[in-house]
């Protein structure tokens, strides 16, 4: 049981993570993003990049991989969305937009780098903290063994993907509260319209928005082959719902809603899985539509349903 | 002539006659069967997503639910494969029944909520625990009724009806409420038009072709695992296909399936990765430059397109 809870606020950590930026991206421009799951995919690979040419931790793929989305993000931004922000539906055409632009993805990474696994051993990540511990204190080198959290040991990935998140998210909640452009942000978000009638630069504000939503997936997808054992091209579309499951959870619209809702989902998940397993699959699905139906603004959140 | 009737000799009689001819003419069976599938589903989401204005993301889940439907009831009551197609239908009405509460979300809520609950049903199918009814995630056999002559013209007929439900809703009052409800469902309801229980009859009739489609299917294949039937391919290949010619008309569901899984069978059986490639920028490149698809590019011009 405390295995299963302590295991299922992990996750749950890492899944908020995985969710922010989706959440981000929609909160802001109404656009829902289905290449999410890609982006996650893409960051493994950065992270399989790095290690695989310069045998480093593949925590030094954080930053890098963040960097370099951010970029994507912003260029992404200034190709596809003014245009389709133009058009007359633009929610319901955004996810399938979106949906062609997984599919482009997904092609050319498999093209690139074929259809197989890729894993990383866990024992890398985290080894720039032992050989630091090593040099200044002595002790003996090697990989971080299980890490003891009340009396049960888990993986040391799992924590060290958590803590990176609650950073992460840390960071969001910096930017959306304590700085210029999250405060103009957060207008955007609750009311674009009279944004944009006060003089604010709606686009400057979502580009910055949908570049920090596409890097803060890829910072997750660095951990997901630690946290879910192996990544493929294919692995987007699944990583795209369960990131829609925690958003709906925590709340559409609402980024720090998304932390909660991570939370939520990753100790039911762990719940069921221990105790329901053959049930497992189905939850998640059934969790989002009642939550939809029950209480459609999520956990935290305004109103969205109409008629 | 009226227009309903104009529609029914020069779009449905054509299309029907071509696709039960071309059988004697052209080798490759399963290849037509597939169009007339997509031709089923695509008009199936022109009925919800072109004349409500509801995106069904989750849309294979009630093709999935009819092919299960079938299925179980040749596997358990050996009932003749025709009743069982209707079986299958009438599982997927249920269904659709069951899922009207996410009739109240909108937009995108609602998309990823179908979406959801496709997947939700898929892993109830396919759950181990249900294995003496479903087979669970081993899939089912079926060859007692397998006879693709017979399911290709069943799926003729299903055809058959849903173009003429689609010209039905092109030409009635009952579709221009609908459209009205689309654009504004408050006006709508001004005007006298009962909001829910249109939404809920386009709802329910795409969910019963689909799962007829779905029934058929499944009496055509005879051998399939959840992961066929429930394949999420279907609800998007549906849907872009639909978008690709033009929602809410009637040519339009049909020229997408014609063009682009006519491309799709000539580049996508080699290289499935390239025509991902081309597939998904031409996706990308038909929400940017043509969000109304193909007929937009004779309604801009001032003709008319059925």
Same mark, same amino acid.
């Given at each position: 049981?405390?295995?299963?809870?302590?295991?299922?606020?992990?996750?749950?950590?890492?899944?908020?993570?995985?969710?922010?930026?989706?959440?981000?991206?929609?909160?802001?421009?109404?656009?829902?993003?289905?290449?999410?799951?890609?982006?996650?995919?893409?960051?493994?690979?950065?992270?399989?990049?790095?290690?695989?040419?310069?045998?480093?931790?593949?925590?030094?793929?954080?930053?890098?991989?963040?960097?370099?989305?951010?970029?994507?993000?912003?260029?992404?931004?200034?190709?596809?969305?003014?245009?389709?922000?133009?058009?007359?539906?633009?929610?319901?055409?955004?996810?399938?937009?979106?949906?062609?632009?997984?599919?482009?993805?997904?092609?050319?990474?498999?093209?690139?780098?074929?259809?197989?696994?890729?894993?990383?051993?866990?024992?890398?990540?985290?080894?720039?903290?032992?050989?630091?511990?090593?040099?200044?204190?002595?002790?003996?080198?090697?990989?971080?063994?299980?890490?003891?959290?009340?009396?049960?040991?888990?993986?040391?990935?799992?924590?060290?993907?958590?803590?990176?998140?609650?950073?992460?998210?840390?960071?969001?909640?910096?930017?959306?509260?304590?700085?210029?452009?999250?405060?103009?942000?957060?207008?955007?978000?609750?009311?674009?319209?009279?944004?944009?009638?006060?003089?604010?630069?709606?686009?400057?504000?979502?580009?910055?928005?949908?570049?920090?939503?596409?890097?803060?997936?890829?910072?997750?997808?660095?951990?997901?082959?630690?946290?879910?054992?192996?990544?493929?091209?294919?692995?987007?579309?699944?990583?795209?719902?369960?990131?829609?499951?925690?958003?709906?959870?925590?709340?559409?619209?609402?980024?720090?809603?998304?932390?909660?809702?991570?939370?939520?989902?990753?100790?039911?998940?762990?719940?069921?899985?221990?105790?329901?397993?053959?049930?497992?699959?189905?939850?998640?699905?059934?969790?989002?539509?009642?939550?939809?139906?029950?209480?459609?603004?999520?956990?935290?959140?305004?109103?969205?349903?109409?008629? | 002539?009226?227009?309903?009737?104009?529609?029914?000799?020069?779009?449905?009689?054509?299309?029907?006659?071509?696709?039960?001819?071309?059988?004697?003419?052209?080798?490759?069976?399963?290849?037509?069967?597939?169009?007339?599938?997509?031709?089923?589903?695509?008009?199936?989401?022109?009925?919800?997503?072109?004349?409500?204005?509801?995106?069904?993301?989750?849309?294979?889940?009630?093709?999935?639910?009819?092919?299960?439907?079938?299925?179980?009831?040749?596997?358990?009551?050996?009932?003749? *494969? $025709? /009743?069982? %197609? @209707?079986?299958?239908? #009438?599982?997927? =009405?249920?269904?659709?029944?069951?899922?009207?509460?996410? +009739?109240?979300?909108?937009?995108?809520?609602?998309?990823?909520?179908?979406?959801?609950?496709?997947?939700?049903?898929?892993?109830?199918?396919?759950?181990?625990?249900?294995?003496?009814?479903?087979?669970?995630?081993?899939?089912?056999?079926?060859?007692?009724?397998?006879?693709?002559?017979?399911?290709?013209? *069943? $799926? /003729?007929? %299903? @055809?058959?009806?849903? #173009?003429?439900? =689609?010209?039905?809703?092109?030409?009635?009052?009952?579709? +221009?409420?609908?459209?009205?409800?689309?654009?504004?469902?408050?006006?709508?309801?001004?005007?006298?038009?009962?909001?829910?229980?249109?939404?809920?009859?386009?709802?329910?009739?795409?969910?019963?072709?689909?799962?007829?489609?779905?029934?058929?299917?499944?009496?055509?294949?005879?051998?399939?695992?959840?992961?066929?039937?429930?394949?999420?391919?279907?609800?998007?290949?549906?849907?872009?296909?639909?978008?690709?010619?033009?929602?809410?008309?009637?040519?339009?569901?049909?020229?997408?399936?014609?063009?682009?899984?006519?491309?799709?069978?000539?580049?996508?059986?080699?290289?499935?990765?390239?025509?991902?490639?081309?597939?998904?920028?031409?996706?990308?490149?038909?929400?940017?430059?043509?969000?109304?698809?193909?007929?937009?590019?004779?309604?801009?011009?001032?003709?008319?397109?059925?």
């Amino acid at each position: 049981m405390t295995y299963a809870l302590v295991a299922g606020v992990l996750f749950g950590l890492y899944f908020s993570l995985v969710g922010i930026g989706l959440n981000l991206v929609f909160g802001v421009m109404r656009i829902v993003n289905l290449a999410h799951g890609d982006m996650l995919m893409l960051g493994a690979f950065i992270a399989v990049g790095v290690v695989g040419i310069f045998g480093i931790d593949p925590l030094f793929a954080v930053p890098l991989a963040f960097v370099i989305f951010v970029l994507a993000g912003l260029l992404l931004y200034w190709v596809l969305v003014p245009r389709l922000q133009g058009s007359a539906n633009p929610e319901m055409l955004s996810i399938i937009l979106f949906f062609g632009l997984s599919q482009v993805v997904e092609a050319i990474t498999t093209i690139f780098a074929g259809t197989s696994e890729r894993s990383i051993q866990s024992r890398l990540l985290g080894t720039v903290f032992t050989t630091i511990k090593v040099k200044w204190f002595g002790g003996k080198a090697g990989g971080a063994g299980p890490i003891q959290i009340f009396g049960q040991g888990f993986p040391a990935p799992w924590v060290i993907a958590a803590i990176t998140s609650l950073i992460a998210i840390g960071f969001v909640y910096l930017y959306l509260y304590h700085t210029r452009l999250g405060t103009l942000t957060r207008a955007v978000m609750s009311r674009r319209d009279e944004a944009l009638a006060t003089g604010i630069d709606v686009d400057r504000v979502s580009a910055a928005a949908f570049g920090i939503g596409l890097g803060l997936a890829a910072v997750a997808g660095v951990f997901a082959p630690f946290m879910f054992g192996s990544v493929t091209p294919a692995f987007g579309a699944d990583a795209t719902v369960t990131s829609f499951a925690i958003v709906v959870l925590g709340s559409l619209g609402n980024p720090l809603g998304t932390a909660l809702g991570g939370v939520v989902y990753g100790v039911f998940y762990m719940l069921v899985q221990t105790y329901l397993s053959s049930w497992a699959d189905l939850l998640p699905y059934v969790l989002l539509i009642l939550i939809l139906l029950l209480r459609p603004s999520g956990l935290l959140g305004r109103r969205v349903r109409v008629a | 002539m009226p227009n309903a009737l104009k529609h029914l000799l020069f779009i449905l009689v054509p299309l029907i006659v071509v696709f039960a001819v071309l059988p004697g003419v052209y080798q490759n069976h399963l290849l037509l069967f597939n169009f007339v599938i997509f031709l089923i589903l695509a008009q199936g989401v022109n009925i919800i997503y072109g004349f409500t204005g509801y995106l069904p993301f989750g849309y294979v889940g009630f093709f999935g639910a009819g092919a299960y439907g079938f299925a179980i009831m040749v596997m358990h009551l050996q009932t003749p *494969a $025709a /009743l069982a %197609v @209707l079986v299958g239908g #009438v599982v997927a =009405v249920l269904l659709g029944l069951l899922l009207t509460p996410l +009739l109240r979300l909108s937009g995108a809520y609602f998309a990823i909520a179908n979406l959801a609950a496709s997947l939700a049903v898929l892993h109830f199918v396919a759950n181990p625990a249900l294995e003496g009814i479903t087979k669970g995630p081993y899939g089912v056999s079926l060859t007692g009724t397998f006879n693709p002559e017979n399911a290709y013209y *069943a $799926a /003729l007929v %299903v @055809l058959a009806l849903t #173009v003429g439900g =689609v010209i039905y809703l092109k030409n009635s009052a009952f579709g +221009l409420a609908l459209q009205a409800v689309r654009e504004d469902a408050v006006s709508a309801s001004m005007a006298g038009v009962d909001v829910i229980k249109m939404r809920v009859i386009a709802w329910l009739a795409s969910a019963l072709v689909a799962g007829l489609a779905g029934g058929i299917y499944a009496w055509y294949v005879s051998v399939f695992y959840p992961d066929n039937v429930f394949s999420g391919d279907f609800s998007i290949f549906a849907i872009v296909f639909a978008l690709f010619g033009g929602v809410a008309t009637i040519t339009g569901p049909i020229v997408g399936v014609l063009i682009l899984y006519g491309i799709y069978n000539l580049i996508g059986f080699t290289t499935p990765q390239y025509f991902q490639l081309i597939y998904g920028l031409l996706i990308m490149g038909l929400v940017l430059f043509l969000p109304a698809g193909l007929v937009s590019l004779a309604t801009r011009r001032g003709w008319h397109v059925p």
